[in-house]
């Protein structure tokens, strides 16, 4: 590699630190707090999240815990629900006001008791969700995290291109000096810290921005590699009059799929529109499912499905970008602990890069002010 080509690559990767490496040490930490953040957030918040159940307790009607939160919150339509893991856990269901506002209102599924309600990114990890996908920048925000993550990469891989030291040297190039001297140190932490962790940040980041440019990557996957991407509702041929059955849709796509787990309840979004659950089948890696169930919600009767089983090479592909991004694969919680301690390395990056820059910056400006010519003395 020339010494121009060196020094160009090495500027690509300093602006893009200094530019989005605080952004991107922002989006390490929250995710390294999401990868448990179900977990933290009954923790924090167990009066809306967690529900006691004696053996035996059996859950209520659905069509009575709809009822129960619509009378709670009157001023909101339910758009889906995401149904409980656990006997211990509550019903979340997600609301929309008329002004677009999104909330989240918690149900007992044995008792129907509605527990409270609260905006959709309250609490610690609501908050950290929000500054995990969208920077507290709305909607607009999830393009801003892709591009951060494509930054990601370009730093990575400059950075790999800057470190190689060629086979002789690669071991050297790999580990830390810890009885150099400070500066050798810090430099070794950056340069070594960068070279072991590059690989899974990569990884990271390669899913996490084809999450964030979904719409552009999933149909991409699909055309390229075969199958079809699920809807969240069909249009109905006969429409829905009269009174919905919520409960029996949930038990038609339970008669589709008894071994698989409910996950997701969807409302029809307008008249006309099925109902939808979305089930996890024994086997799939996403914990959310990628099986989806239509049922007429009138009448109770499935009029079609999306079966995870039968998919083909790029809705496999599609499916697994979640639980890869988020550490669920293998040994689970393995595998969440590692991506825990991974988030927080682009803080070290960020922060040891810095700090070398900042050296680097102050003893050239020593150097140019010992060469800088002195003025002539007055006579």
Known sequence: MSRQTRKWIRRVHLTLAITLGLFVSILGLSGSVLVFGDEIDSWLRPELRRVSAEPGMEWVRLD??????????????????????????????????????MIKAYAN????????????????????????????????????????????????????????????QLRMALTVKWKGAWRRRIYDLHRAGGAWTMPPLAFVAVTGASLAFYTLVAPALVSAF???????????????????NWQGVLDAAEAEFPQAEPRWFYFPPEDGRSATVQVRQPGNKNPHGDTFVYVHPGRAETISRHDWSEAEV??????????????????????????????????????TGIWLWWQRTKAATAAAARVQPQPAALS
């Not at 709809?66 to 509550?90: F, H, I, K, Q």
């Not at 908050?127 to 591009?147: A, K, R």
């Open 109 to 168: 599924p044995y008792t129907g008791e509605v527990l409270g309600n609260t905006h959709e990114h309250a609490g610690l990890i609501g908050f950290m969700h929000d500054l995990h996908i969208h920077l507290l920048l709305g909607h607009d925000g999830v393009t801003v995290v892709g591009v951060l993550g494509l930054g990601l990469l370009v730093m990575l891989g400059t950075g790999l291109f800057l470190w190689w030291p060629g086979w002789r």
């Open 314 to 351: 790029g809705e496999n592909l599609v499916d697994l970008l979640y639980p890869l991004h988020i550490g669920h694969f293998g040994p689970t919680l393995l595998i969440r602990c590692i991506m825990v301690v991974l988030g927080v390395v682009p803080v070290l990056l960020f922060g």
């Open 226 to 244: 075969g199958g079809k991407l699920p809807t969240d509702t069909l249009p109905l041929d006969e429409p829905a009059d009269g009174q919905m």
């Open 64 to 101: 009575d815990v709809v009822a129960a939160v619509r009378e709670a919150v009157p001023e909101a339509e339910p758009l889906y629900l995401n149904l409980p893991s656990d006997e211990g856990t509550a019903h979340t269901f997600w609301l929309m006001k008329p002004n677009s506002e």
